[in-house]
């Protein structure tokens, strides 16, 4: 699982009372709703469900996103999103 991390770029979340919380180490975001946010991070893919989720202050240059709403779930997945379509891609040439 090692190869799926960026090496010098650090992730960091902070959750606040399950409303709110604030990323570091974020790359791309792949997917969003207001249920919903996927996100690549240099530690692999973030997924974060909820109840009406929206997010603020988004630069990708800095990596940095804050979201809010009530959150119900948060999962790594471990894998980046570059090789997931890669293998769409396969699928469908």
Do not use: C, W
Request: aromatic content about 4%.
């Amino acid at each position: 699982m090692a190869e799926t991390k960026m090496a010098g770029t650090e992730h960091k979340l902070v959750l606040l009372n399950q409303e709110q919380m604030e990323l570091t180490g974020v790359t791309r975001v792949e997917s969003f709703n207001p249920d919903e946010i996927t996100l690549e991070t240099s530690q692999g893919l973030l997924e974060i469900k909820g109840e009406g989720l929206d997010m603020h202050n988004l630069n990708l240059e800095k990596g940095i996103v804050e979201i809010v709403g009530l959150l119900t779930e948060i999962r790594y997945s471990g894998e980046r999103a570059s090789r997931r379509r890669s293998v769409f891609e396969k699928i469908f040439k």
